[in-house]
């Protein structure tokens, strides 16, 4: 016996909503053309984000480049006039300023067969680590050693700094000298 199929009834339902000029079709996709521009657009604002702070850095990396050196050679002429100065008020030659080669400086203190000495080394092209100083020797074995970063400060002035805050080239010296002489 053959059975008679029963019709069958569909039902589709679909609709549209529109808010503010952009479509939602099928749960909620946005198909509207505004995506294209407002992708674009968000593209263009980032590249230019980008652009912004790629010429930051570059500006920055040109004034350490042109204002470091000059602050190292501030330097070692204040470690040169305060070893000078030290020696003449000790009444005798304790410590001795050496010049050893590009980009570092020694400085010797030697009294009654003791030895002791302070190098620094400075690299412009380390904002980090710009200029570090290390202690060798019978004096101040617990002495550890120091650095100090190159940091641009506005109006586009580079300076040294450490953990506690900018230093200048004098007040450098003296920290590292301070290291060198026994207390």
Avoid at 31 to 38: E, L, Q, Y
Avoid at 88 to 108: H, S
Avoid at 124 to 146: E, F, M, V
Wanted: with cysteine.
């Amino acid at each position: 016996m053959l059975q008679q199929s029963q019709p069958v009834f569909r039902i589709r339902v679909a609709f549209d909503i529109s808010l503010g000029g952009s479509i939602l079709q099928h749960g909620g996709t946005n198909m509207s053309s505004n995506w294209a521009a407002d992708a674009a657009e968000r593209l263009r604002k980032s590249q230019e984000t980008k652009r912004q702070q790629d010429a930051v850095m570059l500006e920055r990396r040109q004034l350490l480049k042109e204002q470091g050196p000059n602050l190292w050679i501030q330097v070692r002429e204040f470690l040169k006039t305060k070893v000078l100065e030290f020696n003449k008020n000790y009444g005798q030659m304790v410590l001795r300023a050496m010049d050893t080669k590009e980009g570092e400086f020694d400085v010797k203190f030697q009294l009654e067969g003791t030895v002791s000495e302070m190098r620094a080394r400075f690299e412009a092209t380390s904002s980090q680590q710009a200029l570090t100083w290390t202690y060798s020797g019978a004096i101040n074995r617990d002495q550890k050693a120091g650095s100090c970063s190159l940091h641009v400060h506005h109006p586009a002035t580079v300076v040294f700094q450490d953990d506690v805050g900018p230093l200048t080239p004098e007040a450098v010296a003296d920290k590292m000298l301070d290291g060198l002489i026994p207390n």
